[in-house]
């Protein structure tokens, strides 16, 4: 066991502290304009080079370790998560996102989370795949006045559909009127958050950064907007109106929901946690099924037997709750996009005392990266890692693999709350659009990444719509 850890946990592995490869200073400070434009291009640079355990002395005082091996995962998540702290690249979203979910810390983060679990429960998130399929209904049924052969922009379509199930989830039919200033909202707030977060510079001194980069204006009217959607919905429930009786949608979930003491939510907290689930509930699953898509096109086999199970469970009918344990395949599919595109493709935190992780001394305050992109292709838990097989997540496929090889969803304490939510509504999506259309490749070639707040297809993703 080791001095600096709060939690006593011991080291990953029990060896002589070491030190970490890496670059030097003076090759560091080369490397702050390529991570500020691709961290993760960066990221695979020094990977590649070093190892999965590397030391970047970005700043003078500030230390940056990337941790690419599942067991490094394991450590700062979950085994001795007491010692990490969200870092401080998640400070440009807590200007906006407040002291929700995502963002906050301490007895806060502790308090809210146990309020909120409880309705992103399997039984109570269940009642939304109605809502779901709905919605997805509603956007198959666009593609369906379009001809044969037509281009879609998939990735803007996935972006809505999620949108709109989150949407609907929240505020149930409230939303309706609002929909499109609240979609210009969050897609505003995802812009912004991506501008600072890849700008290094903004780190020291975030609030006053971010109020001299361009588009802080835009910025403020679209949290305005948000806010006052989010205001008039609350008020108007709080009230006694909107359409209750028909639906129990989150807002409502939130609005009863009581602390241990009996007291409620405060208006703001309720303001930072809806604003926290549009984000975190939206952009993140419209990227797996925007993969997914792509992923499918370019592996026909792999299409035709994600039709054959979907014809085969559902017979043409929308998918009920006790299909998604049947769909295996589409969830195996789904699980491969989400390994080799993770939407959150880096988590990263803050140590607050010294640790050693992998026999390496990590000093208080350095920034630990965990970068699922790279740990999900990790060789010492994945054969052939760059290759598309969703097979690897069959059933009893992946025995004697590291549990923490595959961490799309983050894991430990501070894992997705909403995972429950994301595997109803990507399985529904998938299958829905299987029944109906086959989207085939458009010229172009193999879209290439662009890690933003998630990682999105550069340009956004287009493919020819064809009906089955
Ligand atoms: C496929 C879709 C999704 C993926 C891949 C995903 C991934 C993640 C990851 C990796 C984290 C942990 C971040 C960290 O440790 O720094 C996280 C946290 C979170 N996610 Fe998701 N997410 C998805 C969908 C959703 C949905 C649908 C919701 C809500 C409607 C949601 C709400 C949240 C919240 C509130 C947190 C913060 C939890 C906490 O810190 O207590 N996510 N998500």
Redesign the pocket.
Known sequence: MHAGSTTGQAPVRATAPRTAAGPGRAEAALLLPEIGRDPLSAALGLYRRYGDLVRVPLLPRHTLFLMCHPAHAEHV?VSNEANYR?AAT?RPLRVFLGD?????EGAL?ER??RL?QPI?SHRRVSGFLPGMTAQVRGTLDGWDLLPDGALVHVSETMSRL?LNI?GE??FGADLRGAGERVSAAVTGMQDFATTAMRNPLLLPAPRLGLRTTPGYRTWRGTVEAIDAVVEQVAAERRAGGGPAGERHD?MDALLEARYEDGSAISPGQLRD?IV???M???E??A??LTWTCHLLAAHPAARRRLEEEVDGVLGGREPELADVDRLVWTKAV?SEA?RLY???WT???SAVEDDEIDGVPVPAGSTVAVP?YLVHRHPAAWDNPEGFDPSRFLPGAGEGRPKHAF?????????????V???L??VAAVAMLAQRFRLDLAPGGVPRVQPTVTLRPRGGLRMVLRRR
């Open positions: 998540l969200k998640y929700g979910l995502v963002t906050s983060w809210q989370r909120i992103f999620t989150v989830a929240l989150l946690e926290t689930f549009l975190a509930g939206h993140t699953s990227t797996v789904l989400m993770p939407p959150f988590l990263e935190r699922p961490i799309p969803f983050g894991s430990g304490r501070r894992g997705c709350v909403g995972n939510f994301a595997l509504e990507t």
